[in-house]
């Protein structure tokens, strides 16, 4: 039995012409305080064609109307392909032959109707003024109709309390959108719904995978944003280059975010470029800043990309915007590098001899910054 308080899930099914209809009336039957957790889509309302062929367009119709849904609504009937004859002649000295040659010719859906021998052919003198005797094939294309057809649009959803997951969070905003249950998934899950709205991968639930799906906590936060406002490099690397500039990271003209490279960045890009796996083999001089710049970045995005990671460090700028909503997509970026550049340097400090930075290096580092408590 549930306990008391306990928000019972239940099944809502809608029908209609539409599947942006049914969604529209299934949300309307949503209890007050309740979300859509899951949806299944039964029938979406589009409209589909079926095509057979018979010798007849009566023929092909009644074939057509037999691979029909129950329940469907015939939009229209059309026809594909008239039916015809046409004369194929071959030279061939028997029927087997003169049959294999007219086949080889056949169009699709055509076939043989009948094959007749025109001429005997003569066998000459000495085989001079040899003929083949002659055939001739009436072959016959059957006739091809579409009928095309629509079935009523029907869903099931999964109605609920809170959502649980990530999975459940993505249907919850797919179907609260612009209404008031949205505000409330707003309230309740600040950050996981600013987060999905930066990433804009609604649709995606197995992009959210590996990423916690629990209440975030102050200190995961806090410790998230020391990596994105350090500018130090840690161990001994540290005593040979300058600390990084805080704003190192700005949005070019193009509109894309990305990092300025100078001498002063030159030991902290080489230490990310000489150990990140992603990079592969590389042949790059250690004393060209740009191009150590242009692969530290490279690999910086690459780890950047990674869920967990962007999840991760894109907490250090959620917590500064979740009054106001808006959000700076460029800014999230901006954040998210920092947050990555200081980790990877972190992980370098850590590393054997030898060592590389896998995305798993990154992905544990980023996890165990979110369990902090």
């Keep these: ?54 010798d007849t367009n009566e023929d092909a119709y009644a ?12 939009v229209s009937r059309k026809e594909v392909q008239a039916r015809r004859r046409r004369v194929i002649a071959v030279s061939a000295p028997d029927e087997p032959v003169a049959r294999k040659l007219v086949t080889g010719q056949l169009a699709k859906r055509e076939r043989v109707d009948t094959l007749v021998q025109l001429t005997p052919g003569a066998g000459g003198f000495l085989g001079i003024g040899r003929k083949l005797p002659q055939w001739q094939a009436e072959v016959l294309s059957a006739a091809e109709v579409e009928i095309s057809f629509k079935c009523r649009a029907k869903l099931v959803v999964r109605v609920g309390g809170r959502p649980k997951s990530w999975a459940e969070l993505l249907s919850a905003i797919a179907a609260s959108r612009d209404t008031a249950l949205a505000r409330q998934l707003d309230a309740d899950f600040p950050y996981q719904c600013a987060f999905v709205r930066t990433v804009q991968k609604t649709g995606e639930p197995g992009y959210f ?42 949005v070019v003209s193009d509109g894309r975010v990305g990092k ?23 042949n790059i001089s250690q004393f060209d800043p740009a191009a150590v710049g242009v692969a530290a970045v490279t690999a910086i995005m690459h780890y950047a990309e ?25 800014q999230v970026l901006v954040t998210v590098y920092k947050g990555v550049e200081s980790l ?25 910054i979110l369990a902090a408590a």
């Design 209 to 250: 995978g590996k990423i916690p799906f629990s209440t975030v906590n102050e200190r995961a936060i806090a410790v998230a944003k020391h990596y994105v406002d350090n500018t130090s490099v840690p161990g001994v690397s540290g005593k040979l280059c300058s600390p990084m500039d805080p704003d190192r990271y700005v």
């Design 306 to 330: 990674i869920p967990v990671v962007r999840y991760c460090f894109s907490l250090a700028y959620l917590s500064r915007v979740r009054e106001n909503h808006a959000i700076d997509l460029n």
């Design 63 to 74: 074939a057509a109307e037999r691979q029909l849904p129950v329940g469907m609504t015939v």
């Design 344 to 368: 990877l340097l972190e992980i370098y400090d850590e590393l054997p001899e030898g060592g590389v930075i896998t995305d798993t290096h990154v992905e544990q580092k980023a996890l165990t």
């Design 1 to 54: 039995m549930p306990q008391e308080n306990e928000v019972v899930e239940t099944e809502l099914v809608s029908e209609a012409d539409s599947l942006s209809e049914a969604r529209r009336e299934v949300l309307s039957r949503v209890p007050q305080g309740r979300f859509i957790l899951s949806e299944r889509v039964i029938a979406d309302g589009a409209i589909r064609a079926t095509r057979a062929s018979g």
């Design 260 to 282: 300025a490279s100078s001498m002063e960045t030159l030991v902290s890009d080489s230490l990310i470029m000489s150990a990140a796996s992603c990079l592969g083999r590389h």
